[in-house]
T-cell receptor
Framework: GAGVSQSPSNKVTEKGKDVELRCDPI?????LYWYRQRLGQGLEFLIY????????KSGLPSDRFSAERTGESVSTLTIQRTQQEDSAVYLC?????????????FGPGTRLTVL | AQKITQTQPGMFVQEKEAVTLDCTYD???????LFWYKQPSSGEMIFLIY??????QNATEGRYSLNFQKARKSANLVISASQLGDSAMYFC???????????????FGSGTQLTVLP
């Protein structure tokens, strides 16, 4: 079956521009996560959606970052007024529910480069 | 707050030999889950193995096994009979328990770059 997909795969933008990243989770997965991975580092949690509950935004680094998800479908991560330190790979993951053993399935990521 | 420590930034292993990648964690919770993911140069995150804190036996998945020592708070990954395709970055991660009220996101270590030599 189809896995988690993300678009675009690569995005180059100029400092100060807004960017929008898209994530299509696995069908039926109620939980959706966004992570950021800077070069040579591990993943940092950004935001979490679970069904129709209010999202957990505790990982967002600044108010320039926001994300939306309609129901249990597509999610978009928006970065406004991009800065060079926003350059990273942005990974989306989805999982079935809150159960402990259920792993998160990751998408291929979007590589964002801010010039 | 939870913390994952991977002290080996890089490891080398000869093809067909076994290798152990270290992971230690810090948590005050009694219930938690530990994961290992592989990230090849293509960038995708590939799930390898899972260990629950209450599991009585160490997890195994094919050539991967997890050496779980709860008292020492370590969850080392053992790869047996290494293959050239095992060359990748390996991440240890912990999932927060539901009692914390958190989003249950994964907390990742900094990773270990494994290179398998022919």
């Amino acid at each position: 079956g189809a896995g988690v997909s993300q678009s675009p795969s690569n995005k180059v933008t100029e400092k100060g521009k807004d960017v929008e990243l898209r994530c299509d989770p696995i069908s039926g997965h109620t939980a959706l996560y966004w992570y950021r991975q800077r070069l040579g580092q591990g993943l940092e949690f950004l935001i979490y959606f679970q069904g129709n509950s209010a999202p957990d935004k505790s990982g967002l680094p600044s108010d320039r970052f926001s994300a939306e998800r309609t129901g249990e479908s597509v999610s978009t991560l928006t970065i406004q007024r991009t800065q060079q330190e926003d350059s990273a790979v942005y990974l989306c993951a989805s999982s079935l529910a809150w159960r402990e053993r259920l792993r998160q399935y990751f998408g291929p990521g979007t590589r964002l480069t801010v010039l | 707050a939870q913390k994952i420590t991977q002290t080996q930034p890089g490891m080398f292993v000869q093809e067909k030999e076994a290798v152990t990648l270290d992971c230690t964690y810090d948590t005050s919770d009694q219930s938690y889950g530990l994961f290992w993911y592989k990230q090849p140069s293509s960038g995708e995150m590939i799930f390898l193995i899972y260990q629950g804190s209450y599991d009585e036996q160490n997890a195994t998945e094919g050539r991967y096994s997890l050496n779980f020592q709860k008292a020492r708070k370590s969850a080392n990954l053992v790869i047996s009979a290494s293959q050239l395709g095992d060359s990748a970055m390996y991440f240890c991660a912990m999932r927060e328990p539901i009692s914390s009220g958190s989003a249950r996101q994964l907390t990742f270590g900094s990773g270990t770059q494994l290179t398998v030599l022919p």
